[in-house]
């Protein structure tokens, strides 16, 4: 569950992850030293598109170009051992191996110069098993504005990437993201999660790729800049486009969010000269009366010597007059020709989300041990190496005997008796000292360990 802040307070290098290079992602592990788990707990904190709009999630978002600084600032500033920063045009997150996650958040509204109050409504954490399953969600696409979409996978393994050669992951976040791709890759190979049409915004992109071939040939023009476009733009963007162009009564805020795809904008009275320029063509706006007429359509089409177009019309009232599809070289989609596309994809994507978040929780669970075991690793350790040292005793011991001519099954007789004393005296004279209650505790303890009852 996520928990708010309510208090103030290329060259292609292999690694052990195996990652190609490159990234618009970025990703820094703020000490390479392993964390031991008794020092420290996972948290996952950060902003998104479910909990703030994109004013304030252009607030937290990182420079590639100071990454390293970032870097420097976050382990001067706070006691944080490890952390992963994760930053794209719908998420900033971090994710660390801390002793509490408000030093992150702290440090986070610091590095961006911004109140704590200011982004505290819209921060969310999760504490150690949730932040492995935040994890393991945002990389198979679940926790996406594109249910499914495949791009943050490749945009987390170029961030592990970075740090990677950057020398910097942490044995615990290295760990966690293996196994992060491991499970996106399982839910991706055995779930539809991503076969299945559940939106308008993917609809809009079905309906164009029975026309063209390939959409990456193609240039695309976006008409408004709400939701439903943003949206679309992102689907779309996926496609790699040849173009696309945001539209927009407001340039500013056309602009802003065509640079988020890597786009350009124009003023929506520039329609009418640039309409022949394109392709495809999504428009939804909150105007009360067409914006593309017949005529507008029609002079397009002359310029482009009648090549085919794509126009999806999401608005209500509509965009486009409802005439223009009677043209033989345009192809118009309207609200209800798309939905009747996702109504048949739905039934379908909703399975596979619920078999998605049962193996990320079997998943979770499996990581979770290992983190508990990492525990335990100490006294493994310190158990083997007295071990070891008895077993070198009663070696050396049995050779000098040996060098001395005495009989061998003796010696190798007296070897096992006095290895077997030195294993037991611990367990033996614990369980002899002991009184009370503690008695039958050890007694216990030692039946179970050495399997003295059976079963």
């Not at 819209?122 to 979409?149: I, N």
């Not at 005296?425 to 002899?432: G, M, V």
């Amino acid at each position: 569950m996520c928990r708010r802040f309510d208090s103030a307070p290329g060259h292609q290098i292999p690694g052990p992850l195996g990652l190609p290079q490159r990234a618009n992602l970025f990703l820094i592990a703020l000490s390479p030293s392993d964390c031991h788990l008794t020092d420290v707990q996972l948290f996952a904190l950060g902003i998104n598109h479910h909990t703030a709009p994109l004013a304030v999630r252009e607030q937290v978002a990182f420079d590639p170009l100071q990454m390293g600084q970032a870097l420097h600032d976050l382990l001067r500033a706070k006691q944080v051992r490890e952390a992963a920063i994760l930053s794209t045009c719908n998420r900033t997150e971090l994710y660390c191996a801390a002793e509490s996650p408000l030093a992150a958040a702290e440090w986070l509204a610091e590095y961006h110069r911004l109140a704590p109050q200011n982004i505290q409504p819209y921060l969310y954490q999760h504490p150690q098993q949730d932040a492995v399953r935040h994890m393991f969600r945002v990389a198979s696409g679940l926790d996406s504005m594109v249910l499914g979409e495949p791009q943050i996978l490749g945009q987390m393994k170029q961030a592990a990437r970075v740090a990677e050669e950057a020398g910097t992951l942490g044995t615990l976040l290295g760990k966690l993201f293996q196994r992060t791709f491991a499970v996106a890759k399982e839910v991706r190979s055995t779930t539809a999660i991503g076969a299945n049409i559940v939106s308008m915004a993917a609809a809009a992109v079905h309906l164009s790729a029975r026309i063209f071939d390939q959409v990456s040939s193609q240039k695309v023009l976006f008409i408004g800049a709400g939701e439903m476009i943003e949206l679309c733009a992102a689907h779309f963007a996926g496609q790699k486009p040849k173009r696309i162009t945001i539209a927009n009564r407001t340039l500013e805020r056309g602009a802003g969010l065509a640079t988020r795809f890597g786009g350009d904008a124009m003023r929506l009275e520039d329609l009418g000269e640039r309409l022949a320029d394109y392709d495809i063509v999504v428009s939804c706006t909150a105007s009360s009366l067409p914006i593309i007429g017949l005529g507008m359509v029609e002079r397009a089409l002359k310029v482009r010597r009648h090549r085919p177009m794509v126009m999806v019309d999401l608005a209500v009232p509509r965009d486009i007059e409802a005439e223009v599809g009677k043209l033989d070289d345009v192809f118009l989609y309207t609200l209800d020709d798309l939905g009747q596309i996702v109504e048949t994809g739905l039934e379908s994507r909703q399975a596979a989300v619920i078999e998605a978040e049962a193996i990320i929780d079997d998943r979770v669970s499996n990581f979770l041990h290992w983190m508990e075991a990492r525990d335990t690793v100490p006294t493994i350790r310190a158990l083997r190496d007295s071990a070891e040292r008895a077993r070198r005793h009663e070696v050396e011991h049995a050779l000098k005997l040996l060098a001395k001519g005495d009989d061998p099954a003796k010696v190798l007789d007296a070897l096992s008796h006095g290895l077997t004393n030195k294993l037991l005296h611990a367990p033996t004279s614990a369980l002899n000292q002991a009184e009370g209650p503690e008695r039958g505790e050890i007694a216990q303890l030692i039946a179970r360990i050495y399997r003295l009852h059976g079963e």
